[in-house]
Structures are given as C-alpha cells and as structure tokens.
C-alpha cells in the first residue's frame, strides 16, 4: 500500500492549487483521510481531515480558504486551496487510514510530501 501526492507548485499569494493523493495496492477500505503540512523550522500540523461518510474538519488558519473532498472509488483525497498566502508555504503531505491484507487493523499511511510555496 503506498500513498502518492501530487499538485503541489509555486503560486502568487491569492491563488489557487489542488493538490492530489491517490492510495493504490491491496486494499480493503480506507477510513479517515487527510492532509497535513510542515513549514521549515515549524512543526508539522494538521490542514484538514476528512472521513469516509464525508465530515470534514479543518485547521483554523485554513478554514474558508481550503476544502478538503475525497472520491471513494478512486481512493483519492483531495485539497482546494484558494487566496493562497506566503504562510501557507509547505510540505503537504497526505495520510491515510488504510485496511489492507496486510493490516487488517487500519493502519495510517503517509504519502511523500508535495511542495506547495506563495510568493508574495
């Protein structure tokens, strides 16, 4: 089981990016989902979460800006993000609690981190 994100970039403050996590080999369900980012020299700290039934929550510092969405079928969790700003510069990256042949406890998968930097 691995998790694979994408759509990361360099953005002017007040634009927009999707980023992409899509979680691919053998596997029976994913529960929660979700994104957290980390800053150079700041503790990594949770963006948005999302659960399988679809309740989202979201960090403070994102909320009415991000969205997070998730397409069960293709086990895929998504972010919109929009009025990006210079503070919002980071490593993204996405996890997963995946229940697999492997584990048939779920167990959280973390996928390898997207660089998303605003420019000012």
């Known amino acids: 089981v691995q998790l694979q994100a994408s759509g990361g970039g360099l953005v002017q403050a007040g634009g927009s990016l999707r980023l992409s996590c899509a979680a691919s080999?053998?596997?029976?369900?994913?529960?929660?989902m979700g994104w957290y980012r980390q800053a150079p020299g700041k503790q990594r700290e949770s963006v948005a979460g999302?659960?399988?039934?679809?309740?989202?929550n979201y960090g403070n510092s994102v909320k009415g800006r991000f969205t997070i969405s998730r397409d069960n079928a293709k086990n895929t969790v998504y972010l919109q993000m929009n009025s990006l700003k210079p503070e919002d510069t980071a490593v993204y990256y996405c996890?997963?609690?995946?229940?697999?042949?492997?584990?048939?406890?779920?167990?959280?998968?973390w996928g390898q981190g997207t660089q998303v930097t605003v420019s000012s």
């Open positions: 999302i659960t399988r039934s679809g309740s989202t």
């Open positions: 080999g053998r596997i029976f369900s994913i529960n929660d």
């Open positions: 996890n997963a609690d995946i229940k697999s042949p492997a584990s048939p406890v779920p167990r959280k998968y």
